[in-house]
Nanobody, 124 residues
Framework: QVQLVESGGGLVQAGASLKLACTTS????????MGWFRQAPGKEREFVAA????????MYAEAVKGRFTISRDNAKDTIYLQMNSLKPEDTAVYYC?????????????????WGQGTQVTVSS
């Protein structure tokens, strides 16, 4: 079983930045695509960003494109989500996930392991 631990969430004002990190418990993730999803209160979980195993293929949701940046450090079994120009609508619990294969995907079903989530709250 792979465990994922997210960190970096918090309460910020609109326009601020946060950087989330997700570290996995063992090196499975270095050969797999990884992604970030989020779930706001009363809404379904939605795709945010994904990166393939090498970091050469990246996908973003339209709502975050140009503001968020996903990256990974395979030596540290960690992925990151740099979030700039945060908006109140970015408020959600953010989850990282390890893919079933090496590619990036926008589909939640393509991910096998999930973290517990970290809360991001953006005030107006």
């Amino acid at each position: 079983q792979v465990q994922l631990v997210e960190s970096g969430g918090g309460l910020v004002q609109a326009g601020a930045s946060l950087k989330l990190a997700c570290t996995t418990s063992r090196r499975t993730s270095s050969n797999n695509g990884m992604g970030w999803f989020r779930q706001a209160p009363g809404k379904e979980r939605e795709f945010v960003a994904a990166i393939n195993w090498r970091g050469g293929s990246i996908m973003y949701a339209e709502a975050v494109k140009g503001r968020f940046t996903i990256s990974r450090d395979n030596a540290k079994d960690t992925i990151y989500l740099q979030m700039n120009s945060l908006k109140p609508e970015d408020t959600a619990v953010y989850y990282c996930a390890v893919g079933r294969g090496p590619t990036a995907s926008i589909v939640a079903g393509a991910y096998r392991y999930w973290g517990q989530g970290t809360q991001v709250t953006v005030s107006s």
